[in-house]
């Protein structure tokens, strides 16, 4: 059988509502979710054992493949159904790690989606899921790899219709560790920050056929609660927001999920590739990405 390839799209958090923290010391979520069109690539040569190789350009930045979601996320498929076929995983990297982006997420769930392909599994099958949600928290929304609102700890995924937005996303090349950030939010076990007053008056998405500024003025009555926490962790957070907020045409920015990678949504395309090339211009080591979410 001839390789098998798959596209790790990157993650934005449009909006992210922290609702608490559960007695099992998980946080549960609300958070609509976004894919970008800049993504990882994930190869499968089917045969032979289990390996993964990491190319690209932030190939340095993936660390030990025993520590990989991809070489996770196989091993527990591969534990939970009898006979999986597996082979060899290449990865070619190009999205930052440790950004709040999703980047080893979204390849743990090509990963999955490869694996399926080549067992003939279906993407609902209940093992799978078990495995995605085991494998990590963003793991399911990555495994769908569409507009979802998310809500639990990652595992109620309701789809949605969201537009194609023009964007431009920013990492500092400063990793920022999620757990770190949960840690400064500084929830106890059992402790609420939504109320039942709160979900009652929890904002309703535009239906299909919705405008971008339809979405952004809906985004605007929510926020990212982990951005306070973690612009205490990397103050650099401050500044890629700062730049994306005073560029022309812009109709939202904040960060994405745990940071350090901030995004802006934009009316149109040439909007968002003029602040990108100018962002670049003034800070030649960020990473920098125009396109779309959708």
């Known amino acids: 059988m001839s390789a098998l390839i798959e596209e790790g799209r ?14 099992d010391g998980y946080h549960d979520l609300e958070s609509v979710v976004a894919f970008a069109d800049c993504a990882d690539r994930l ?24 520590d990989n979601l991809v070489f996770k996320a196989a091993k527990l498929l591969a534990e939970a159904v009898p006979g999986l ?63 979802c609102d998310m809500t639990g700890v990652g595992e109620q995924l309701l789809p949605l219709a969201l537009p194609s937005m023009p964007c431009v996303m920013v990492n500092p090349r400063v990793p920022v560790a999620t757990k770190d950030v949960f840690q400064a939010l500084g929830l106890r076990n059992g402790e609420l920050l939504v109320g039942a007053t709160s979900v009652l008056e929890a904002p309703a998405w535009p239906e299909e056929g ?56 934009y009316g149109a395309p040439t909007d968002a590739h003029a602040a990108a090339e100018k962002i670049r211009r003034d800070h030649p080591g960020w990473w920098v990405h125009a396109g779309t979410l959708s």
């Open 85 to 147: 076929k597996l082979g060899a995983f290449a990865l070619d990297k190009v999205l930052p790690v440790a950004a709040g982006i999703g980047g080893g997420s979204a390849d743990a769930a090509a990963a999955l989606r490869l694996l399926a392909r080549l067992n003939n599994l279906s993407l609902d099958d209940p093992r799978l899921q078990k495995v995605a949600l085991a494998t990590g928290a963003d793991v399911p929304v990555c495994l769908l790899s569409s507009a």
């Open 43 to 66: 190869t499968l040569e089917p045969g032979g054992e289990l390996k993964l190789t990491t190319t690209g350009p932030l190939a340095a930045a993936c660390g030990e493949t025993s």
């Open 210 to 265: 919705g405008s971008i500024s339809d979405w952004v003025e809906v985004l605007e009555t929510v926020a990212n609660d982990l951005e306070a926490p973690a612009l205490r962790i990397e103050p650099v957070i401050g500044e890629v927001l700062e730049s994306l907020r005073d560029s022309a045409g812009v109709k939202l920015a904040r960060m994405s999920g745990s940071g350090a990678t901030c995004f802006a949504i």
């Open 10 to 23: 990157a993650k934005v958090n449009l909006s992210l509502r922290v609702v608490g923290r559960r007695a």
